[in-house]
C-alpha cells in the first residue's frame, strides 16, 4: 500500500509541476540573465525551488513546443490501467531490448533512464524512468512488455484515448 502512495504522489507532483508551470511563468521575468547568472541551451526549461514553490529559472515556458513528452501521459494512462486490472504489477520485470537501449537509451541521445541492455527492470522503476527522467528507453520496455510491440501498445493507447474521448481534434 506505502509504495502505491508513493507512486501515487510522485505522479501528482508531476502532473502538479505540468499544470502549474504556465501560471507560475508569468511571475517570472523572461529577459535573458545577466552575465553570471544560470542558462541553458535546453530551449524551454523551468527551474523550480521545491519547497517555496519558487520559480528560480525559466526559458520560453509560454512557447508553444512539440508534445513529446507529454505524448508519455498516454503511455502511463495504458500502463496504469494495466496495473489497475491487475495484468501488470508493479514488481513485474521488463526486459531491455536492444531496440530500447539503442533507439530509445543513452545512444539515442534523447532523454533516458540509463537502462542497461538485456537487463530486466521492475515496472515501478520504468515508471519512475518514464515520470521523472522521461526516459524513452522506459517508455519502449513499458510497451514491449505489456503489448510485445511498441505497434501493438500503440493500438492499445489508441483504443484508451478513444473511450476517454480523445479525438485528436484542436
Known amino acids: 500500500m506505502s509504495r502505491d502512495l508513493g507512486l501515487g504522489r510522485l505522479i501528482g507532483v508531476a502532473v502538479a509541476l505540468l499544470l502549474m508551470l504556465p501560471a507560475v511563468a508569468h511571475a517570472v521575468d523572461a529577459a535573458a540573465p545577466a552575465a553570471g547568472q544560470f ?13 517555496s514553490g519558487t520559480l528560480i529559472f525559466q526559458k520560453a515556458a509560454d512557447d508553444p513546443m512539440e508534445p ?14 494495466q496495473l ?19 533507439d530509445g537509451g543513452a545512444k539515442s541521445g534523447s ?3 540509463f537502462a542497461k541492455l538485456n537487463s530486466k527492470v521492475p515496472v515501478e522503476d520504468l515508471l519512475r524512468g518514464v515520470i521523472i527522467q522521461s526516459g524513452n528507453d522506459a517508455a519502449i ?6 503489448a510485445g510491440s511498441e505497434g501493438t501498445f500503440a493500438n492499445m493507447e489508441n483504443q484508451l484515448s478513444q473511450q476517454i474521448g480523445l479525438t485528436g481534434k484542436m
Do not use: Q
Open 84 to 102: 489497475k486490472s491487475g495484468r501488470v504489477s508493479l514488481s513485474d520485470e521488463f526486459f531491455i531490448s536492444e531496440h530500447a537501449w539503442r
Open 141 to 146: 520496455a513499458l510497451a514491449e512488455g505489456v
Open 111 to 113: 532523454s533516458t533512464m
Open 68 to 81: 513529446a513528452s507529454m505524448a508519455k501521459l498516454m503511455t502511463l494512462a495504458v500502463v496504469f490501467n
Open 39 to 51: 542558462d541553458t541551451k535546453a530551449k524551454y526549461a523551468a527551474l523550480m525551488d521545491y519547497e
